[in-house]
């Protein structure tokens, strides 16, 4: 047998010795005898110097051939068993991904106060202040200078929580208005103001009265306000509030701080417009009142009403999130049940 | 205000549908509540003719009829109403008819005897009770004699006609009658309307030698009588009845009844007097005297001052102004000589006297609100023409006249381009002319600037927005154009301290609280718990309920009372915090001083149980780790510490820390007292409260860039035996003392305080971090300053190191 036939030989039985090799520690022994100063290869080698100097090289390329083939496939082998024996620790690791993930500690923002940071967001882009002034107010902020002197009629359709005769628990978030009014420079340039906040009135609880809820009340001051302009910012913040497809349209109303007076409805989301029992049959929702600022608040907050003038409006947050979400009982935003809280996610 | 659709087509050629025409109300004037058939609903309810009446023979009370309802054979129906009798004509349900309600009626057999339907009363196909004539209140209703079997009912009793409820607000005063609505109407669809006006026959004498009467201008501004003689009082005619029933009112009698008419059409409330029993032949309009007393038409009695306006005669008050008549002087059966009485009273006083006599008519909402001025006369005629035509009566001659008070009509001057610059429109000179004349104002024009003279029943028109509110109402809003203010820019931003407010609600959910929002009005006791400073309490004058009667001034008791509502439905995590107002006042001085705060209140545990998280009940560590990690991020510049406050009433003597920054205290947390816990109803719960507007104020830490050491830290640990009362707080500080230059951290890891160290020791265990930022350390270094501190802590704690 030549000593090329037997490298070759030597190869052949060397393969599959390593594809028989079960694990780690064969593949080691396998490389020992095969490899190894002692192994065949070795021994092979060593007869070279029996060969004639032509032959040498050739046999020793092909020698060398042999080995570095018996060490790739080797390594190979060792490859493919430490595979399998991370796969099979992976495997063994194997956990149901189906079970629920560690809670985290996460609270919610008040339904509320979602709706109020909605508004709040959308009038500071369009350049309104935001200014939230006392919740215990004098009577001449909340009513006097809002046109409603002490004997007005329309004293009657806000019951008031009075303190003493003239200090009172403000029943709008409008006396704002009146403190900026009377402090506002307009050589600066126009007021643009929303005054989000509580309110109180002297009603006893039940699902659709609260003694405690709140307002945002709205107000721009400058010399060319129109009509026409606060019934673009009112379908603005029907669109921000309920999603685009919703109209605004006005009817007219009473309120003695602003004239004209309008109340704003809009389409009903239940029905979308056609008519339900939540809007009763009209495809409508009243959802808030507004109107031009009164000559008499203008002049009593020292502006004067042949220069300027402007619109003012007041949105109820709860009953923007008793209608948004059907809530049926006003009273749940003040209970604070978890359950009732944690469903207002807040989104984004 | 019920407005009847038949009656407003009676004067407008309209061509609407009654819900068409409800819309353009609500669209254009005033809120409309509710559109009204009143035989919507009913079904097969027709005239029946009682043919015979025969007692039942197992029932005291039972009758049974042969009704004729128009078909062939007679009905038998059972019947136990006690006005039932031969030849009347009934309101028949027939079987398979639908009566109020929804309620159907079958044949049945009625105490064995088979009964064919029902003999209604006029409650059950859907009157109101108090519109039902007394005479049929009881029992059932008998229809006119002439009335035809087998007819559906609903024409004969004016249900066909459609209601529309007016929701008229305070200013539209004048929309509380026919003739008002008419006017509105008129303007609104562009239609003339046709005005009736009656002339009176003066048959009789001239009142002047029977009657006289006295007013003061500043009480009553008008006031006006006339007299009828020689009434006969009888119910008043089908026609007459519908007209009332259908607003709302009962009928009484012919009298009675036309007074109610004449409001409802002219918006005029008039009073009937029954003259005979007047002492003397004046009649006074004066203020009430001190202990005078009036009993009223509703048998309600009353005592006046001189807050009250009265009409009285010779001897007492017969009337309270505007409000109500005198049960004396009242129409009633023998009555023959009837006084009305038209008036304009002042309004401030008629709204006060219902107010404080809780007697809220329909006369002195109307008189609150202002009636027709200029129309006192034509009402007060066309009740005394209809008490000739209806009840026989003999006018006699002549007005008695008080006083004739009536005011001039606003005159205001408005410009063209005023009402196009405030509406946003383009309107021209030829539209508004047109609006403000279907109105019924007077235009004249110079140039673009208008004269109007508003019609004086209008009382709610007196400057020029109001005239813009009738262009704009009339022309359409929904024809205005949509815009934004354009104008100079403004800056739209929050404040420093919003910007914290909102920070400080989105850290508090960051860590697991979730946002309340409670009542700022409780309880005397609640408002006075939880202290953070002195402060008199703030209460409301007249609060509906002791619960909501006292401002608070603490947060923490509101989210205990929130705890306290979950806990009782079984909710018994719950981790609450609250951004609000407390109210502080100081003694002799009204208004309190408004201070915001920030509170926690924490029960259960604060994260859910879970498979691979047991119940971790919340501690004060927990809460003192979230008011820790609030204060960091609302980057409060200075050293937070804790102190243990033994003296808060309310909270556990033991764990309770004030919350100090530099020394200064703004807050407190620990548990709740577990008594006070008891008294809300509630297990173990943690809390704090911090007055954020100490926060806000604040100086607060900028960002700030330190270079990270590239060289190694070592760490040593210590382990130690102290005494109980030896604090964290007072280690830390010693080591941080006395650590050298190259301490960079200490870190509790353990506390052990249980059966393996000796009773009144605890043990200890801290890590201590040292790094040198420019080179590396030296382990002999750190182990030489590490010694030094194991002396220091033996030598001044009494630290057993181990
Ligand atoms: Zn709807």
Redesign the interface.
């Known amino acids: 047998m030549s000593l090329k036939d037997k490298l070759t030989e030597l190869h052949d039985r060397g393969l599959a010795e390593i594809k028989k090799s079960a694990d780690l520690k064969d593949v080691n022994q396998v490389r020992v005898s095969l490899l190894g100063k002692k192994g065949p290869i070795t021994e092979v080698l060593r007869g070279m110097r029996d060969l004639d100097a032509e032959e040498r090289p050739k046999v020793g390329a092909f020698a060398n051939e042999i080995r570095d083939d018996l060490t790739a496939a080797l390594a190979k082998r060792r490859e493919e068993l430490e595979n399998a024996v991370l796969n099979a620790k992976l495997a063994n690791e194997a956990i149901d991904v189906t079970?629920?993930g560690?809670?985290?500690?996460?609270?919610?923002?008040?339904v509320?106060?979602q709706i109020i940071?909605q508004i709040?967001d959308l009038?500071?882009?369009?350049?309104?202040?935001?200014l939230s002034g006392?919740?215990?107010e004098?009577d001449k902020y909340n009513f006097e200078m809002m046109n409603l002197p002490k004997?007005h009629?329309?004293r009657?359709?806000q019951d008031t929580?009075?303190?003493?005769k003239?200090?009172l628990?403000r029943t709008q978030t409008s006396p704002m208005q009146a403190r900026t009014l009377e402090t506002h420079d307009f050589s600066q340039?126009?007021l643009?103001m929303i005054s989000p906040g509580?309110v109180?009135r002297?009603?006893?609880d039940d699902p659709t009265h609260s003694?405690?809820f709140h307002q945002v009340e709205g107000l721009?001051i400058?010399?060319?306000?129109?009509?026409?302009?606060l019934?673009?910012?009112l379908?603005?913040l029907a669109h921000e509030l309920f999603g685009d497809k919703f109209d605004?349209?006005?009817?007219?109303?009473?309120f003695p701080f602003t004239?004209?007076?309008?109340?704003a409805d809009i389409t009903c989301f239940n029905c979308g417009g056609k008519g339900c029992k939540v809007c009763?049959n009209?495809g409508w929702i009243e959802v808030l009142g507004a109107g031009?600022v009164?000559?008499n608040v203008l002049r009593m907050a020292g502006v004067d009403p042949d220069v300027y003038?402007g619109f003012a409006f007041g949105v109820g947050p709860d009953r923007f999130a008793m209608l948004k979400y059907g809530v049926d009982d006003i009273r749940n935003?003040?209970?604070?049940?978890?359950?009732f809280?944690?469903q207002f996610t807040?989104k984004g | 205000m019920k407005i009847s659709y038949n009656w407003i087509k009676e004067y407008l050629d309209l061509n609407v549908k009654p819900a068409d025409l409800a819309?353009k109300i609500?669209?254009?004037?005033?809120?409309v509540d509710?559109v009204i058939k009143p035989s919507d609903g009913l079904k097969k309810i027709v005239v029946g003719h009682v043919l015979s009446v025969e007692a039942h023979p197992d029932s005291d009370h039972l009758h049974i009829c042969q009704v004729d309802v128009g078909e062939d054979e007679p009905l038998q129906i059972v019947c136990g109403a006690p006005n039932i009798a031969k030849d009347q004509k009934v309101i028949v349900a027939l079987p398979g008819s639908r009566i109020a309600d929804n309620v159907k009626i079958k044949k049945s057999k009625m105490r064995g005897v088979p009964s064919a339907g029902m003999i209604c009363a006029l409650q059950e196909i859907g009157f109101p009770e108090d519109v039902v004539p007394k005479a049929y209140a009881d029992g059932i209703y008998v229809m006119p004699a002439d009335a035809t079997p087998g007819d559906a009912v609903y024409d004969y009793l004016g249900m066909n006609d459609s209601l529309i409820d007016l929701d008229v607000?305070?200013?539209?005063g004048d929309m509380l009658s026919l003739y008002g609505t008419l006017h509105d109407l008129s303007a609104i669809y562009d239609l003339p309307v046709k005005f009736d006006q009656p002339a009176v026959k003066e048959t009789g004498a001239a009142i002047a030698d029977q009657l006289t009467v006295h007013a003061d201008a500043a009480l009553a501004p008008q006031y006006r009588m006339r007299l009828v003689k020689q009434v006969k009082l009888a119910p008043s005619p089908m026609w007459l009845q519908i007209r009332l029933w259908n607003a709302g009112y009962r009928p009484i009698n012919n009298v009675v009844d036309i007074t109610n008419y004449i409001m409802l059409k002219y918006g005029q409330p008039l009073h009937a007097f029954d003259y005979d029993k007047f002492s003397g032949q004046d009649v006074y309009v004066r203020t009430a005297k001190a202990g005078e007393k009036l009993t009223t038409l509703d048998e309600g009695e009353h005592d006046l001052d001189d807050h009250d306006i009265v009409i009285a005669d010779d001897q007492k008050p017969i009337a309270l102004a505007g409000v109500m008549g005198g049960l004396d002087t009242a129409i009633a059966d023998g009555t023959v000589t009837v006084a009305i009485e038209a008036a304009v009273f002042e309004?401030?006083h008629i709204?006060k006297a219902a107010?404080r006599h809780n007697l809220h008519t329909d006369a002195s909402q109307r008189f609150?609100?202002g009636v027709n001025q200029a129309g006192v006369q034509e009402a007060l005629d066309a009740a005394a023409e209809m008490m000739t035509d209806l009840a026989g009566g003999e006018v006699q001659a002549g007005t008695v006249v008080a006083t004739d008070n009536v005011p001039a009509p606003a005159v205001i001057t408005i410009t063209m381009s005023h009402i196009n610059?405030?509406?946003?429109?383009e309107l021209s000179q030829d539209q508004v002319t047109h609006i403000l004349t279907t109105l019924g104002c007077e235009v004249t024009a110079d140039g673009e600037t208008l004269t109007v003279t508003v019609p004086v029943r209008r009382n709610d028109i007196h400057?020029p927005?109001?005239l813009?509110?009738e262009i704009?109402?009339i022309y359409s809003?929904?024809e205005?154009?949509?815009?934004?203010?354009?104008?100079?820019?403004?800056?739209?931003?929050?404040?420093t301290a919003?910007k914290l407010m909102?920070a400080t609600?989105h850290s508090?959910?960051?860590?697991?609280?979730?946002?309340?929002?409670?009542?700022?009005?409780t309880t005397e006791d609640k408002a006075k718990m939880f202290m953070m400073q002195a402060s008199e309490t703030?209460?409301?004058?007249?609060?509906?309920?002791v619960d909501?009667a006292v401002?608070r001034m603490n947060i923490i008791t509101g989210?205990l009372d929130?705890i306290a509502?979950?806990s009782a439905?079984k909710?018994k995590?719950?981790?609450?915090?609250e951004q609000?107002?407390v109210?502080y006042r100081e003694d002799g001085v009204?208004?309190?001083n408004?201070q915001e705060h920030i509170a926690g209140a924490i029960t259960g545990t604060?994260?859910?149980t879970?498979?691979?998280?047991p119940a971790q009940p919340v501690d004060f560590y927990q809460v003192k780790g979230i008011v820790a990690a609030y204060l960091k991020d609302m980057a409060v510049n200075g050293d937070v510490t804790y102190v243990a406050n033994h003296d808060m009433p309310e909270m556990h003597p033991g764990r309770t820390a004030d919350i100090l920054v530099h020394g200064h205290r703004i807050g407190f947390m620990g548990q709740v007292h577990p008594t006070i816990a008891k008294q809300f109803k509630i297990g173990a719960t943690y809390v704090f409260e911090l007055n954020l507007q100490a926060i806000i104020d604040m100086p607060k830490q900028e960002n700030q860039y330190d270079v990270i050491s590239r060289y190694p830290a070592i760490t040593r640990d210590v382990a130690m035996l102290v005494d109980d009362d030896i604090t964290n707080e007072q280690i830390v500080a010693l080591i941080e003392k006395r650590g050298g230059a190259f301490l960079q951290s200490v870190k509790l890891f353990d506390v052990y305080d249980g059966v393996k160290v000796p009773k009144g020791k605890k043990s200890l265990a801290y890590t201590l971090t040292y790094q040198d930022k420019h080179a590396t350390l030296v382990d002999d270094a750190v182990t030489q300053a590490f010694e030094k501190v194991e002396k220091r802590l033996q030598d001044d704690l009494g630290a057993e190191i181990r």
């Not at chain 1, 009038?123 to 935001?130: A, E, N, R, T």
């Not at chain 1, 004239?259 to 109340?263: K, N, T």
Request: charged content about 25%; overall charge negative.
């Open positions: 079970l629920p560690t809670p985290v500690a996460k609270g919610e923002p008040h509320i106060q940071d709040e009038f500071l882009g369009m350049g309104y202040q935001v006392p919740e215990v004098e004997n009629p329309a009657d359709m929580f009075y303190i003493t003239e200090i628990m340039g126009p643009k509580v109180y002297r009603d006893t003694h405690q721009v400058d010399k060319h306000i129109t009509m026409a302009d019934k673009g910012t379908q603005v605004v349209r006005l009817r007219p109303s009473y004239e004209p007076s309008v109340e009763k009209t031009m009164h000559p003038g935003f003040y209970l604070n049940d978890v359950r809280l944690k807040k | 819309e609500e669209r254009t004037s005033v809120e509710d607000t305070p200013n539209r309004h401030d709204r107010q609150e609100r610059a405030v509406l946003g429109t400057i927005a109001d813009l509110e704009a109402r809003y929904d205005l154009p949509a815009t934004l203010p354009t104008g100079r820019m403004t800056m739209g931003e929050l404040t919003q909102r609600r508090l959910e960051g860590l697991g609280l979730n946002q309340a929002i409670s009542y700022a009005l703030t209460k409301l004058a007249w609060p509906m309920s909501h401002l989210l929130d509502y979950n439905r909710v995590d719950v981790a609450l915090y609000g107002r109210f009204d208004r309190p408004e604060l994260l859910p879970a498979w691979d998280l």
